[in-house]
């Protein structure tokens, strides 16, 4: 069928842009690590700091969470309440996981994105920058994370709902395994 071509087509785009964004933002948690550390020497061997470098650990950490939800969703790595879904076979987890898609992880991320997108285009506009003397000069990049961040997620959700559809409609039997 044409629609399941098209459907299986648009879930492994989505799947595959979460799956290299997710590899590549990854490393930035290597370089989170090197800042911190330099950090914690520069403070309590030398007793001096760096504003700069202050902001720029709580820009990756952002950037990593932000960036990496995506991933984390396509590598089902957030946390559930696995009660009732432990327990059910392919087609329950399947059903769950649309309804959840559909009623909680898009909506959520609709608020988030259409509400952080004027926050980041304002911050943009003005180029917003760190108020310390120091800082990072470039605070709009880090605002402009949040909506692009969920819109990963979203797309992921998108994803899921795609797998959670062709599970039910028993068009894709290789993803029923994947939830068992």
């Known amino acids: 069928m044409l629609l399941i071509k098209i459907l299986r087509y648009i879930r492994g785009g989505i799947d595959s842009l979460n799956y290299w964004l997710g590899r590549g933002v990854s490393w930035l948690s290597v370089l ?30 952002a950037a990593l969470f932000l960036l990496g939800g995506g991933y984390t969703l396509l590598k089902d790595g957030h946390v559930r309440v696995d009660i009732f879904y432990q327990r059910l ?26 509400t952080g997108l004027p926050f980041a285009v304002s911050s943009f506009q003005m180029g917003e920058g760190s108020p310390d003397p120091g ?13 692009a961040g969920f819109i990963l997620l979203a797309l992921q959700g998108v994803s899921m709902a795609i797998t959670s559809f062709l599970t039910l409609c028993r068009a894709d039997d290789k993803n029923e395994k994947r939830w068992r």
């Not at 690590?33 to 950490?61: A, G, K, P, T």
């Not at 059903?95 to 259409?114: S, T």
């Open 32 to 61: 989170l690590v090197l800042i911190v550390c330099v950090n914690v020497v520069m403070r309590y061997v030398f007793h001096c700091s760096f504003v700069f470098l202050q902001e720029f650990e709580w820009h990756l950490f």
């Open 89 to 114: 076979g392919g087609r329950g987890k399947a059903w769950l996981n649309l309804v959840g898609v559909l009623l909680f992880l898009l909506p959520g991320c609709y608020l988030v994105i259409f």
């Open 135 to 147: 800082g990072i000069p470039y605070r709009y990049l880090i605002k402009t994370m949040i909506p």
